[in-house]
């Protein structure tokens, strides 16, 4: 969900609800929250969150989402992909470490989508959605710490019913060598570094460190076997529009379609 990426009926709030507002204001430790508070509602006027409803349309075919079927949205940010998938029929449940993002996502809320605060690296949830979404870099890819991003797979894993599916937004990190000048990539780790100014719903502007995990596709399907998901598919996509190609070294990002192996519910190793 970063800002130079041109970069989440009421049901009852699922099981792991009841802790998601402790957990993230206890651990208050991501870098992110600081962009969020400054962005506010501004964060709906970047560019890259204006094909809501086309990311949505393919989601839905990628996933065979239904309505009644119960969505976890990982890094919700303001909740345009939550709100667009309730409006479908589906619920749907956001989790975003930020508490502005959060009071955003509550406003004008179609019946069906819900939202708690919650670090997407601690997450609860146990065999509760149908489905998952984590785009626009909400939450994967936004970690400084090795093995970060594998906790929010597992965490996403966990709460998948068994045969349950996935659909993720990762930077490519080819891409990001290429074309990225003013970032500052660090081989060793995959993250780059950069600074950027970020404006207010007012305009101001503030500048902040930004650090993004950039993947290949290999990196991607080895992450998602270890959290037990088999991946079906992975394609070189834009910011409103995840139609998909083949995995280039021309795209900003990847889009990962990964389903929960049968083994992971089993209990086998």
């Known amino acids: 969900m970063g800002p130079d990426m041109g970069r989440r009926q009421t049901m009852?709030?699922?099981?792991?609800?009841?802790?998601?507002?402790?957990?993230?204001?206890?651990?208050?430790?991501?870098?992110?929250?600081?962009?969020?508070?400054?962005?506010?509602?501004?964060?709906?006027?970047?560019?890259?969150?204006?094909?809501?409803?086309?990311?949505?349309?393919?989601?839905?075919a990628?996933?065979?989402?239904?309505?009644?079927?119960?969505?976890l949205d990982v890094?919700?940010?303001?909740?345009?992909?939550?709100?667009?998938?309730?409006?479908?029929?589906?619920?749907?449940?956001?989790?975003?470490?930020?508490?502005?993002?959060?009071?955003?996502?509550?406003?004008?809320?179609p019946p069906g989508a819900t939202f708690g605060v919650m670090d997407a690296r601690a997450m609860t949830f146990d065999a509760e959605f149908d489905a998952a979404i984590c785009l626009c870099q909400g939450a994967f890819g936004l970690m400084r710490a090795n093995g970060d991003d594998e906790r929010v797979l597992a965490g996403i894993a966990r709460s998948l019913r068994p045969g349950g599916g996935l659909v993720l937004s990762a930077f490519n990190a080819y891409f990001a060598v290429k074309y990225h000048l003013e970032a500052e990539f660090d081989a060793d780790s995959g993250?780059?570094?950069?600074?950027?100014?970020?404006?207010?719903?007012?305009?101001?502007?503030a500048e902040f460190p930004m650090w993004t995990g950039c993947y290949t596709p290999r990196e991607l399907r080895l992450l998602c076997a270890g959290a037990g998901m088999e991946v079906r598919s992975?394609?070189?996509?834009?910011?409103?529009?995840?139609?998909?190609?083949?995995?280039?070294?021309?795209?900003?990002?990847?889009?990962?379609?990964?389903?929960?192996?049968?083994?992971?519910?089993?209990?086998?190793?």
């Open 12 to 60: 009852t709030e699922p099981t792991g609800a009841d802790a998601s507002d402790r957990v993230g204001e206890a651990a208050g430790s991501h870098w992110f929250e600081a962009i969020a508070d400054h962005l506010g509602p501004a964060y709906l006027r970047y560019s890259f969150t204006k094909g809501t409803v086309r990311e949505v349309d393919e989601v839905v």
């Open 62 to 71: 990628l996933l065979a989402l239904e309505p009644g079927m119960r969505v």
């Open 75 to 109: 890094g919700c940010g303001p909740g345009r992909h939550a709100h667009e998938l309730a409006r479908r029929g589906i619920a749907v449940h956001g989790v975003d470490v930020s508490r502005t993002f959060i009071d955003l996502a509550h406003r004008g809320a």
């Open 191 to 205: 993250v780059a570094r950069e600074t950027t100014t970020v404006r207010d719903a007012d305009g101001a502007g």
């Open 234 to 269: 992975i394609t070189s996509v834009e910011p409103g529009d995840y139609r998909g190609a083949p995995p280039t070294v021309e795209s900003p990002e990847y889009l990962v379609v990964a389903f929960l192996t049968p083994s992971r519910r089993e209990g086998a190793p």
